[in-house]
Nanobody, 121 residues
Framework: QVQLVESGGGLVQPGGSLRLSCAAS????????MGWYRQVPGLQRELVAR???????NYADSVKGRFTISRDNAKNTVFLQMNSLKPEDTAVYYC???????????????WGQGTQVTVSS
């Protein structure tokens, strides 16, 4: 019913920057919170950043001061600007959104397909 399409991942050198985008499409009525998570093979998926519908943000301690999450409500899109990237930021990054669809009454979680971010020299 809802698709989250991510883009912007890739290979970057330490200290470099990337900007991830995630656009929700389909039977979207309203979107509440949106966020970015990341996962390394063998480890649990962890929260990177979240942003509420009112633009309140929360960040993992490991990315504070380096990453910035933002959203464009008119385009149902969330962004993650990643600066000063470190090798430990290497992971698959997943977009998450709490969405009320045209046929539902409550918010449900939807996930993007994941985009690879590799930080290496």
């Amino acid at each position: 019913q809802v698709q989250l399409v991510e883009s912007g991942g890739g290979l970057v050198q330490p200290g470099g920057s990337l900007r991830l985008s995630c656009a929700a499409s389909g039977r979207v009525f309203r979107i509440n919170d949106m966020g970015w998570y990341r996962q390394v093979p063998g480890l649990q998926r962890e929260l990177v950043a979240r942003i509420t519908s009112g633009a309140t943000t929360n960040y993992a301690d490991s990315v504070k001061g380096r990453f910035t999450i933002s959203r464009d409500n008119a385009k149902n899109t969330v962004f993650l600007q990643m600066n000063s990237l470190k090798p430990e930021d290497t992971a698959v990054y997943y977009c998450n959104a709490q969405v009320v669809t045209m046929t539902s009454w409550v918010y449900q979680d939807y996930w993007g397909q994941g985009t690879q971010v590799t930080v290496s020299s």
